[in-house]
């Protein structure tokens, strides 16, 4: 039985708890935030694909960083498994009345009708492909938008101006000389540039290029991933998320739970992840023996559709 001073002093800590205002368990993800709806989140991809993993591409942010420690030589020396071959295929994604049927995971069809659709990059793809800028498609700029996606290996190639297209416009501009507007600062370390505008990321050392751009998949609307400076301060090969039970290879951790890593599956994918810098499998190896613990991160811009 409880001593009439112990109940006391329950009475008041209960008194006490029912003022306080609720908030997260310690250690505890953030709470869900609603997603906010947009035209990306209505496109599907173009062709039928099979997906191997049906377990989350990302995780979402965490207001407190990971369980930090030093992996061992023997964790260390276990690589990620390598994604299916042609899953970083350029699978464009259209409005669901413009998907292919034909079967197959990966196969589309011969000749495939040009869209008669305006794309939601249609304006900066014109632009690109300096034709008259008016925002509408027209049977020439699908022939255009055509031409450029069967060249670049772009499918289905119906012409429909969508992230993908966009995406590999970008990359292409930046290969040479990714910082040429200087908008990421030029430091005598590494300092891994990431442009949230443009989706793409590289690290520079001076003015030279040490890891040349990337297409990656940065935070959606609500999860933003953090502009700023950031710094790495943990790196981690085979992180596996206990939120959601999916791997995060190649985890290089820069603020709070927001990483770098590798997804196995389309960096592609709308409307972005939680936080993360989503990257290919093959990139974020890469990446992996650039960056070194306490390598500086530069975060700018805002991802379209945010």
């Known amino acids: 039985m409880t001593s009439p001073p112990v109940r006391g002093a329950l009475a008041a800590l209960l008194a006490l708890a029912a003022v306080l205002p609720a908030g997260p368990a310690f250690g505890a993800p953030d709470p869900p935030r609603p997603a906010t709806p947009g035209p990306a989140a209505a496109l599907v991809p173009g062709i039928p694909t099979t997906p191997y993993d049906s377990r989350p591409l990302d995780t979402p ?19 990620p498994y390598e994604p299916p071959a042609g899953s970083d ?19 589309a069809p011969a000749a495939a009708a040009c869209t008669k659709k305006t794309g ?21 700029d ?4 055509r031409a450029f996606q069967t060249k670049q290996g772009i499918r289905p190639a119906i012409g429909y101006a969508g992230p993908v297209t966009w995406s590999r416009m970008q990359w292409l501009s930046a290969r040479k000389n990714p910082n040429k507007a200087k908008k990421c600062p030029t430091r005598a370390y590494r300092v891994a540039c990431v442009d949230l505008r443009r989706q793409l990321m590289w690290v520079s050392k001076g003015k030279k290029i040490v890891f040349r751009p990337v297409p990656i998949r940065s ?8 502009a700023g400076w950031h710094k790495v301060y943990w790196k981690h090969k085979n992180h596996w998320s206990s939120i959601y039970n999916t791997p995060m290879p190649y985890s290089q951790f820069f603020s709070g739970g927001q990483a770098f890593h590798a997804i196995y599956g389309s960096v592609y994918n709308p409307p972005g992840s939680r936080g993360c810098v989503n990257m290919r499998v093959a990139d974020a190896k890469k990446l992996w023996r650039v960056l070194k613990k306490n390598d500086r991160v530069y975060v700018w811009g805002r991802k379209p559709g945010t």
Not at 61 to 78: F, K, M, N, T
């Open 61 to 79: 942010d965490q207001s407190l960083p990971p369980r930090v420690y030093a992996p061992g030589a023997a964790e260390d020396s276990i690589e």
């Open 89 to 107: 295929a350029l699978i464009e994604y259209v409005p669901p009345s413009e998907a292919q049927s034909a079967p197959g995971s990966l196969g």
């Open 219 to 226: 935070g959606r609307a609500g999860y933003a991933t953090r």
């Open 142 to 145: 699908c022939r255009a938008i």
């Open 120 to 140: 939601r990059y249609q304006r900066r793809v014109e632009r690109w492909l300096k034709r008259t800028v008016d925002g509408k498609q027209s049977p020439a």
